[in-house]
């Protein structure tokens, strides 16, 4: 082998959990990504492993995904979920049946949701557990993130935040896969000085930095990004590649694109009968997306062709296999002038590969097979197995950087979402207060076990937490969803307060706690002593 990749699956979700309704529109978002996207993953990784495939991959699960996939309640809501959309695909069948190219693809749907419910049924419905399994067998590493994904740059000047958010997804971590983690994905690929004090602390080993974080680098790095650099606290931080990152990211430039590619946006749920579709929607009075989807990419404008299935895959493994070539070239290229095997960081969106790209776990299968039957130049594993078989490298510090516009954190800072950050930092500095104050185990000023401030203490951490995501700013940027990451926002921070309040007062109303706890549940074995 002249060198190595590292394909990295950034799986992320908030936290949406709203047991207070029957159905909830932004609980979808969860079904969806499991139905187009974990689910079809978690079943290539099933068939590398029947096929004798020793691929490597690394998988990121954030804390707030693990929390919804293993939620019995949202497990439950999303069997009802996949049911209602067979019973759909069913109808769609009937009501396709003399129109062949439709009824042909509704046929293949229903082919599918059958196939994803039955595999859901032989996981037990835990899919952290299926991915434990397949990290245990040696197909996978997976690593962590912040507890609720917060761009941690912003909390850079407040440690016990910082700590609360690293050291409570090691904790998580440690409960969901039975050991510690040793990479972390910083959330937006958001870096800045500072940091590796508390990942050190945390035991973590290595984690990733956009192309510009690591060239701008002090010194500047002599492999560029085709070796890590270690901080001065012996972490390691590895470099996002630019040219993988734009063939598979890039729907302009890049694969997604292709016209044969079945097209997002058109879905029945905005093209049949109100009426009609009604009975299968979280929120009856709103259109939104089913996943059954009958119209290729096509060119600009309203007119969308047809779905051929048979010519997507064709495309999908044509596009696999210059995917291929162009990585050995890349690495052969760099094997001529380096004095070391380079190692090329390629990072993704978990949900690009069929939720946002239909046949994006295709390409994958596809991919993943060429590179381990058909080619012996580059070898895909994972940055701790790099990190295993080198372990000399160039001290160097990272530059301030993310992976988001402009390649630092203004799509979480600007004029849409800056009125957060001042109540974030007041709840901050009330957070740390509250864990000086009450010690490690909610004891009161007179030095007795109070359980109740216990519970309050915990569940104000969890509040704050939740109010950190970097979700939150992000949707109010996009302005996708505004009203709703305004009011987590809001709720969160009231909530916090109001904990805070009563805390002051030694007053703890004990209904309304139980209430909160049930909501936003969590982090069961949170240390509010993080915050201290």
């Known amino acids: 082998m002249q060198g190595y990749l590292c394909l990295v699956l950034h799986a992320h979700l908030p936290f949406v959990r709203h047991p207070e ?18 689910i079809p993953l978690m079943q290539l990784i099933e068939g590398w492993r029947k096929d004798g495939i020793g691929a490597r991959l690394t998988f990121t699960l954030t804390p707030t995904l693990c929390a919804m996939l293993q939620d019995s309640l949202l497990q439950t809501r999303y069997r009802r979920h996949l049911d209602e959309l067979i019973e759909l695909a069913e109808k769609e069948i009937h009501r396709t049946l003399w129109e062949k190219d439709y009824h042909q693809l509704a046929q293949l749907y229903h082919e599918r949701l059958v196939a994803t419910r039955d595999f859901y049924q032989q996981q037990g419905g835990d899919l952290v557990a299926s991915f434990r399994r397949a990290q245990e067998r040696g197909q996978l590493e997976i690593i962590t993130s912040a507890a609720t994904h917060a761009l941690l740059p912003l909390l850079a000047g407040h440690l016990p935040s910082l700590r609360g958010q690293i050291l409570t997804a090691r904790d998580q971590y440690q409960s969901c896969f039975g050991q510690a983690p040793r990479g972390i994905w910083l959330p ?7 940091l590796e004090g508390v990942l050190s602390e945390a035991g973590i080993e290595w984690f990733i930095v956009d192309s510009h974080g690591l060239l701008h680098a002090t010194p500047r790095p002599r492999y560029g990004m085709f070796a890590p650099v270690l901080s001065h606290k012996g972490i390691a931080a590895f470099g996002r590649d630019l040219a993988s990152a734009k063939q598979v990211w890039s729907r302009q430039e890049g694969y997604p694109g292709n016209p044969r590619y079945r097209d997002f946006y058109r879905d029945i749920g905005f093209d049949l009968d109100l009426d009609y579709l009604k009975p299968y929607w979280a929120a009856p009075d709103w259109r939104t997306f089913t996943g059954i989807k009958y119209h290729r990419i ?13 010519a997507a895959l064709q495309t999908a493994a044509e596009h696999a296999a210059h995917f291929l070539t162009v990585r050995i070239e890349q ?16 990072p993704y969106d978990a949900e690009l590969f069929g939720h946002w790209w239909y046949e994006g776990p295709e390409f ?30 160039q001290v160097a510090a990272p530059a301030s950087s993310s992976w988001g516009e402009e390649g630092y954190w203004r799509v979480w800072l600007n004029e849409t979402n800056q009125w957060i950050y001042p109540h974030l930092h007041a709840a901050q500095e009330r957070m740390t207060q509250l864990a000086r104050r009450f010690g490690a185990h909610g004891q009161s000023e007179s030095g007795l076990p109070d359980p109740l401030q216990a519970r309050a203490l915990k569940q104000a951490g969890r509040e704050l937490l939740l109010a950190q995501a970097s979700d939150w700013p992000f949707i109010l940027r996009t302005g996708t969803n505004p009203d709703y990451a305004r009011k987590r926002v809001k709720d969160h921070l009231l909530r916090f307060t109001r904990i ?10 004990e209904a309304w706690l139980n209430g909160i706890e049930q909501t936003d549940n969590i982090f069961p074995h949170l240390d509010y002593s993080y915050w201290k």
Do not use: M
């Not at 309704?21 to 974990?38: M, N, Q, R």
């Not at 937006?188 to 500072?194: D, K, M, Q």
């Not at 991919?367 to 058909?374: E, G, L, S």
């Open 331 to 346: 690495i052969q290229r760099l094997r001529a002038i380096l004095n070391r095997p380079p190692v090329v960081v390629s």
């Open 21 to 38: 309704c029957d159905k909830f529109l932004e609980e979808t978002w969860l079904f969806e990504t499991i139905t187009e996207s974990y």
């Open 364 to 393: 994958l299968d596809f991919f993943v097979r060429k590179a381990w039957f058909d080619q012996k130049i580059l070898e895909l594993i994972t940055p701790s197995d790099y990190l295993r078989r080198h372990d000399r490298h």
């Open 500 to 509: 805070y309040q009563q805390l002051a007062n030694n007053h703890i109303a």
């Open 188 to 194: 937006e690929c958001a870096y800045a000085e500072g």
């Open 298 to 310: 096509t060119e600009s404008g309203p007119h969308k062709a047809i779905y051929e299935r048979a």
